[in-house]
């Protein structure tokens, strides 16, 4: 009975009394704290985990004892400052070969320090090591809940002890303790018994296996120090898995009120995501992140779902706690906390915590000593100071640190002491320092950014005009000012009040009388109402040549070319061109350019161009156009989901003296028409209707060939006409599929309706019934009467809207005996996008996988007086980019990006089996309905 005995410490003070509780193991008890304050120096939290080492002591060991003792006391000196009343058990397990031991254990933090310092590497001899009998044996000896450390270089020797091995996951799971690898070597592959049972282990105790280089193993203590700072049953596991698959989601739920969440990781995690009620991305922040593992925490969460995605390089595990915290350095009132402690509001309390550079239990809070460890600071070369709540590296006189040195002060070398962006040049000069953006680089070296002109981002024939931040694409042609002055004219003399064109900055086109072109030759002075006539030495340049460089020049003095500057010309579809003016000098104004009266054009449009041809200068069909008789004139044809068009351009009719209109097609009434003024074209259509006006089809097993012949009667607009026709056939192929077999069906027995896509466009589903596996003979008619025994082939598709960014799915497709889609009765031959596994006659051969879906049923008759049937499905569009359209019925659902359901109906379908009034009800239900009947027992959701 004396073995069980609960011993308290009841320490009375004048102000508030401190309880303790001893836990036993195995005649050994650590000490708890329960409750109280004493003199105000103690926080009222509860005792942190209870540690304890299980040390690998073979001769390996050796360089890392030499790194681990560095760290230790550092460890032990951060948990006790968090912890100031607490009283723990600190536990050292030996584990060599071939035995297990000594097995020591303190209250001191001081004594097992010295356990940890007397430690010898000895011994061992082959690789693997007696590492589960040392975490059996830290086990016993630990009290409940308490932290294990596990360290070793080398994989376990004996993990093939079956006996040994479930005592361990016993005694984790009545214990209740986590058990942590740091492992600095294996003896074989990731893979290996000997190392997965370090998996099996942690995974069951939620712990973590931390494969680490010998120079990280003080990082791996700065996650120590984080885990020991939180109080025993502060905490609630909310997820754990580990993991062979690279990229996966999981999820769990935050049901609690939690101060915070702790994600841990080990193995590596190339990214990590996570999303939550309140937002899709989540930031988190980051306390460690390493290839071999991280720490993550989120400050008040909200409840709810969240989601993790990940995107690993290997074998990884994931663990989620969410903290409690009640009575975690707790306050009544902001005015308890430290000076430099910072005051944290949560749901119910408000929380203590020291500040950065600081440690303590949040009422009392020191000074870290930066420069005690040299872990702690970035101080490699110089010397490092400590401050109060920091440090600083000091150099030498006349130098500054920089990059983990101490060089020369200079401007360039400490960004700092410069303005220069990070991406510029900085050069060191004797007086200051310049900034030069590189190559490529927008900016004045204070600030630079990717110059997109130089780039060429605009492309052939447009400006690129580049701005902070920013840059922008402009055709000349367009983005233009249009100046209409007939002054400008060369034929017109200097007046008394001269122009001068000094304020004229950008792009220009010239109109009207005074004529569209600067002069290519030089202007005698005087004239264009000006001193000194400014005009274009060199050629106008055509289209092909893009936006070309030019020299102006002005007349003054007998010297054509007394000042110049550099223009820049472009010519434009409809035969004009556009200069960019920079203006002219202050000592020559007046000065201004001229224009030829004598370069009229006319507006090309946009199947001309203007060029020289045998009717002298002017717009003229394109190359691509160009014809010299009626008999090469080729209509574009272009074969539409809903007709055919032949489409004529207008510039071929002109060059030919000719006219073309609806009034010259003979039976002009079986035809549409279209007169386009953009691309200067004239087209006639035909639908692709069978039996009207002509329109013919022709059938093979797959596609259908479609036919229409038009005359047309040309004439040159006068009063008279020539007997001149163009006799043109329309010919379009198309494949036979569940679209275009509509077409040749008079009365398709379908269903429609409208799905608008917001920035996309507008699209048309619809649900067709078929009569075969080909999915190209529909039934027509307002119904169908049809046998118990034939096969219902149900079509779907969409038309319309930009279809590559979509494909159809789906979801819900089910029968009902009457014309409502919620009538209780249902039937589900789809139900959440995949097929009732039930009912063997069911095949969907197309979901989520194109713009159209595809399935079949036999027909069946409900049970009781239904002699009807009528089809329903639900349809929605899924986004193709997410990946993930198609449905997966045999795994876990992938996450898919779908639109608003959309719901389609054909019916009635009439069972037509002889005799089927004269068959009972019990009869029909289980032979004309046998598998509907296993269904209809389940309700429907």
């Not at 097993?701 to 006409?721: A, P, Q």
């Not at 063997?840 to 239904?866: A, H, P, T």
């Amino acid at each position: 009975m004396s073995s069980k005995l609960l011993v308290i410490l009841m320490i009375l003070a004048s102000k508030s009394v401190v309880t303790y509780t001893a836990v036993q193991s195995k005649g050994q008890y650590g000490l708890s704290r329960v409750d109280g304050r004493v003199d105000g120096r103690c926080t009222s939290e509860l005792e942190s985990s209870s540690l304890a080492y299980a040390v690998d002591t073979t001769g390996s060991m050796y360089d890392d004892f030499m790194e681990l003792k560095k760290v230790n006391s550092w460890l032990l000196d951060r948990v006790e400052a968090k912890f100031p009343c607490g009283v723990r058990q600190y536990t050292m397990v030996e584990f060599n070969d071939p035995k297990v031991g000594p097995v020591r254990f303190t209250q001191s933090k001081e004594t097992f320090d010295e356990f940890f310092n007397k430690l010898v590497a000895t011994g061992g001899g082959d690789c693997p090591e007696l590492s589960v009998a040392g975490i059996k044996q830290a086990l016993l000896s630990s009290p409940r809940q308490s932290f294990i450390l596990v360290l070793t270089d080398a994989s376990a020797k004996d993990y093939s002890n079956i006996a040994l091995v479930n005592e361990v996951f016993s005694l984790i799971r009545s214990t209740q303790s986590q058990v942590v690898f740091l492992i600095t070597g294996m003896c074989g592959s990731f893979f290996d018994p000997g190392y997965t049972i370090y998996r099996d282990i942690a995974n069951l105790s939620y712990g973590h296996v931390f494969n680490v280089p010998l120079s990280d193993l003080n990082k791996v203590f700065h996650y120590l120090d984080f885990t020991l700072s939180i109080p025993v049953n502060s905490s609630e596991l909310l997820f754990s898995g580990d993991f062979t698959a690279l990229v996966h989601t999981e999820r769990f739920l935050v049901y609690g009120n939690f101060s915070s969440l702790m994600i841990t990781t080990d193995g590596p995690i190339n990214s990590l995501q996570l999303a939550g009620p309140v937002a899709r991305t989540i930031h988190l922040e980051v306390l460690v992140s390493e290839s071999w593992g991280s720490v993550r925490l989120l400050k008040n969460p909200a409840k709810g779902n969240y989601s993790i995605d990940i995107n690993a390089g290997g074998v990884h595990a994931i663990r989620v706690q969410g903290f409690t915290a009640t009575n975690i350095s707790s306050a009544a009132s902001c005015s308890e906390c430290h000076l430099h402690a910072l005051c944290e509001e949560h749901a119910d309390y408000l929380q203590c915590v020291c500040k950065d550079g600081f440690v303590g239990d949040g009422f009392n809070c020191s000074d870290i000593d930066e420069c005690a460890y040299v872990w702690t600071h970035n101080c490699s070369a110089g010397t490092c100071q400590n401050t109060f709540g920091s440090y600083t590296c000091l150099c030498p006189s006349g130098f500054i640190f920089s990059g983990g040195s101490c060089v020369p002060i200079r401007e360039c070398d400490d960004p700092s002491l410069n303005t220069c962006h990070p991406l510029a040049q900085c050069i060191n000069e004797l007086s200051g320092y310049t900034c030069v953006c590189p190559n490529g680089y927008y900016g004045n070296g204070s600030h630079c950014e990717i110059d997109e002109c130089q780039r060429g981002a605009c492309g052939f024939g447009l400006e690129c005009t580049k701005a902070l931040g920013s840059y922008s694409c402009s055709d000349p042609c367009v983005s233009r000012t249009v100046l209409n002055e007939p002054w400008r004219s060369l034929d017109n003399p200097r007046s008394s009040t001269p122009n001068c064109d000094r304020s004229k900055n950008g792009w220009y086109q010239f109109v009207g009388s005074a004529g569209i072109r600067i002069p290519e030759t030089c202007v005698p002075i005087y004239r264009c109402n000006t001193d000194a006539p400014v005009w274009m030495n060199g050629k106008h340049p055509a289209m092909k040549d893009g936006i070309v460089n030019r020299t102006a020049c002005a007349h003054w003095g007998g010297n054509c070319c007394q000042w110049t500057s550099t223009i820049q010309v472009k010519a434009c579809p409809l035969g004009y061109h556009v200069y960019k003016i920079i203006g002219t000098p202050q000592s020559m104004c007046t000065a201004s350019f001229c224009t030829d009266p004598l370069a009229v054009q006319e507006v090309c449009s946009a199947d001309e161009e203007w060029k020289e041809g045998d009717k002298g200068d002017r717009c003229y069909c394109k190359d691509q156009y160009k014809v010299s008789s009626l008999s090469d004139v080729r209509p574009q044809l272009t074969c539409g989901l809903d007709g055919m068009r032949a489409s004529f351009q207008k510039c071929q009719m002109k060059e030919l003296d000719t006219y073309f209109g609806r009034e010259n097609v003979k039976d002009g009434g079986c035809f549409g028409f279209e007169d386009n003024s953009v691309t200067n074209t004239f087209s006639v259509l035909a639908a692709l209707q069978v039996g009207g006006c002509g329109v013919q089809s022709y059938q093979n097993g797959s596609h259908v060939t479609y036919r229409s012949t038009f005359v047309v009667e040309l004439h040159d607009g006068g009063i008279i006409m020539r007997n001149d026709t163009l006799t043109i056939t329309l010919s379009c192929v198309y494949e036979l599929d569940m679209i275009t077999s509509l077409n040749l069906a008079l009365r398709p027995i379908i269903s429609s309706v409208n799905i608008t896509v917001g920035g996309t466009g507008q699209f048309k589903a619809s649900m067709v019934l078929y009569k075969d596996s080909s999915y190209t003979t529909p039934y027509e008619g307002l119904e169908v009467s049809l046998s118990s025994k034939t096969i219902l082939y149900i079509g779907v598709f969409i038309q319309g809207g930009d279809t590559s960014q979509y494909v159809l799915v789906m979801r819900n497709c089910y029968a009902t005996p009457t014309q409502s889609a919620n009538d209780t009765l249902k039937y589900y031959i789809i139900k959440d996008s995949c097929p009732n596994k039930q009912d063997e006659s069911i095949n969907v051969l197309e979901n989520g996988v194109s713009r159209q879906g595809r399935v079949s049923v036999q027909m069946f008759k409900f049970v009781g007086d239904y002699d009807l049937v009528y089809l329903h499905c639900a349809v929605s569009l899924c986004e193709v980019r997410s990946g993930a359209c198609q449905p997966s019925c045999t795994s876990r659902r992938s996450q898919r990006t779908e639109l608003d359901s959309h719901s389609l109906r054909i019916g009635p379908i009439i069972r037509s089996d002889p005799n089927s009034s004269a068959i009972s009800s019990s009869h029909s239900l289980w032979v004309l309905l046998p598998t509907a009947l296993l269904l209809l027992l389940i309700p429907s959701v």
